[in-house]
């Protein structure tokens, strides 16, 4: 899972339904855009909003139309849930799965710990840890994460937590294992690949592909500088389609840009005009930008 994905959206019609036609075309938009692999049923999936049968049938789709690896969200509160996702997903052709923190109850670092260990234990496919304490209050400490780094199934982390400092204590605390640390926030991109980071699980790259894309490639070359400022550049279109106007902006934006987004479900909302307004100004930028990548 080395480079940039993106936590590839769920295209919905606009009766709600999971629009299997426009997910596969989906896919071929953003591989033709650069991405090197692929994560339905993660947060900007809307997976949450969608039944346990929706989320297998999705990864199915995407395991199927998709020419790079898969990396499938399946973590659920408790751990059964979890365990049949995972299952599920390998079965449907998934290379790796994304496990996110069990949320909902509070939990130590020590049951956090344990619970990875025997989701990892059971898995027929790697674990990928998942932190993103903005939607579940719960986070792992770089030195859980260094500990759990040694199990041979446990083949990486995306960490959300935006927190350049955090994420190089995991990486420090990780070194020494064959761990694949990604950033989610694509807002801090540049950064945390200068920090030892391997790539990045990315909202951004839905709407954006080519710039992550450049991004990773730019710190590849050696360059961490022209990185630095390709993700500087893209910051106001990564915050207005994360934290601003969220899942149903991120799916205006990309419909503007000929992606197949489809529509939010509910509860989500269509924006506004005046969201619109302010999303068409970040296109128009990204725009001028695109052209120099």
């Known amino acids: 899972m080395h480079g940039t994905g993106p936590p590839l959206v769920t295209p919905f019609d606009a009766d ?97 710990e344990t619970y990875y260990r025997e989701v990892a234990d059971e898995s027929p496919v790697p674990v990928y840890l998942y932190s993103v304490p903005v939607f579940t209050d719960t986070g792992l400490d770089p030195e859980t994460v260094g500990r759990l780094a040694a199990h041979p199934n446990v083949a990486g982390m995306k960490d959300s937590s935006g927190d350049i400092a955090a994420f190089q204590r995991i990486r420090e605390r990780t070194a020494d294992a064959d761990f694949e640390l990604m950033v989610g926030s694509g807002g801090v991109l540049g950064q945390a690949l200068a920090a030892g980071g391997t790539g990045g699980v990315l909202a951004l790259a839905n709407i954006a592909p080519e710039a992550t894309t450049a991004i990773y490639g730019a710190h590849e070359a050696g360059d961490a500088e022209r990185a630095r400022e390709l993700t500087a550049a893209c910051v106001d279109l990564n915050h207005a389609v994360t934290g601003e106007y969220g899942i149903p902006g991120l799916k205006y934006a990309m419909r503007r840009r000929g992606a197949p987004a489809g529509h939010a479900r509910s509860p989500h909302r269509s924006i506004d005009e005046e969201a619109r307004a302010a999303l068409d100004a970040h296109l128009d930028e990204f725009e001028a930008l695109r052209a120099d990548l």
């Open 16 to 112: 709600g339904d999971l629009d299997e036609a426009a997910l596969r075309e989906l896919v071929g938009w953003v591989e033709a855009r650069g991405v090197d692999f692929l994560v339905p049923c993660g947060s900007n999936s809307e997976a949450e909003l969608m039944t346990a049968v929706e989320r297998a049938r999705t990864i199915e789709v995407v395991a199927d139309e998709a020419s790079v690896p898969v990396l499938a969200g399946t973590g659920s509160p408790g751990k059964r849930e979890t365990l049949a996702a995972t299952e599920s997903a390998a079965v449907a052709g998934a290379d790796a799965a994304l496990v996110v923190t069990p949320f909902y109850y509070g939990h130590d670092q020590e049951t956090l």
